[in-house]
């Protein structure tokens, strides 16, 4: 049996019969505790939240958008405005993927996809650097793919996916 919950509509409903409402079982009311942590970790468990991913970019606006659509498509999403706040960042909470913007200041995207594939404890978190200028070819050892801003939300997400399930 299958629950939908939602904070500010109704209680829950049965996905057979949406008209009928009832009670969940008491295991599935002990594991909403109402908070959005709570709602997070229960979806988590259920398989319905995705991935962590690290994005990185300096221009906060941007960052705030790209955080709200990769949201909307349920993936749990960490930001941080340059490099060296991304390491950081990485280090306390390992993401699944980072997501990095080239030309940053304290530390730019390159030279925090150098720094992870250095780090025995990051080595292993793939890496896409983006960019609105071009990327030198001899350092793309540090990252798994390339991309060049703007980018199709649609092309980002899918190459995010097929990232994300050969890592795991």
């Given at each position: 049996?299958?629950?939908?919950?939602?904070?500010?509509?109704?209680?829950?409903?049965?996905?057979?019969?949406?008209?009928?409402?009832?009670?969940?079982?008491?295991?599935?009311?002990?594991?909403?505790?109402?908070?959005?942590?709570?709602?997070?970790?229960?979806?988590?468990?259920?398989?319905?939240?995705?991935?962590?991913?690290?994005?990185?970019?300096?221009?906060?606006?941007?960052?705030?958008?790209?955080?709200?659509?990769?949201?909307?498509?349920?993936?749990?999403?960490?930001?941080?405005?340059?490099?060296?706040?991304?390491?950081?960042?990485?280090?306390?909470?390992?993401?699944?993927?980072?997501?990095?913007?080239?030309?940053?200041?304290?530390?730019?995207?390159?030279?925090?996809?150098?720094?992870?594939?250095?780090?025995?404890?990051?080595?292993?978190?793939?890496t896409v650097l983006?960019?609105?200028?071009?990327?030198?070819?001899?350092?793309?050892?540090?990252?798994?793919?390339?991309?060049?801003?703007?980018?199709?939300?649609?092309?980002?997400?899918?190459?995010?996916?097929?990232?994300?399930?050969?890592?795991?």
């Amino acid at each position: 049996m299958l629950y939908f919950y939602c904070e500010a509509g109704p209680r829950p409903t049965q996905q057979e019969n949406p008209q009928r409402h009832e009670q969940p079982p008491d295991d599935v009311q002990a594991g909403m505790a109402g908070t959005q942590a709570g709602v997070a970790v229960t979806l988590q468990a259920l398989g319905m939240l995705m991935s962590t991913i690290l994005v990185v970019d300096d221009d906060v606006d941007f960052l705030t958008a790209l955080r709200a659509l990769l949201e909307s498509e349920r993936y749990q999403v960490m930001t941080a405005t340059n490099g060296a706040g991304a390491l950081i960042a990485a280090h306390e909470h390992k993401p699944e993927l980072v997501l990095t913007d080239w030309m940053m200041p304290v530390m730019d995207g390159a030279e925090l996809c150098r720094h992870m594939k250095d780090d025995p404890d990051l080595c292993d978190v793939p890496t896409v650097l983006w960019s609105a200028a071009g990327v030198p070819a001899a350092l793309t050892v540090y990252w798994e793919k390339t991309l060049r801003k703007p980018v199709r939300f649609t092309l980002l997400t899918d190459l995010l996916r097929n990232l994300l399930a050969a890592s795991h």
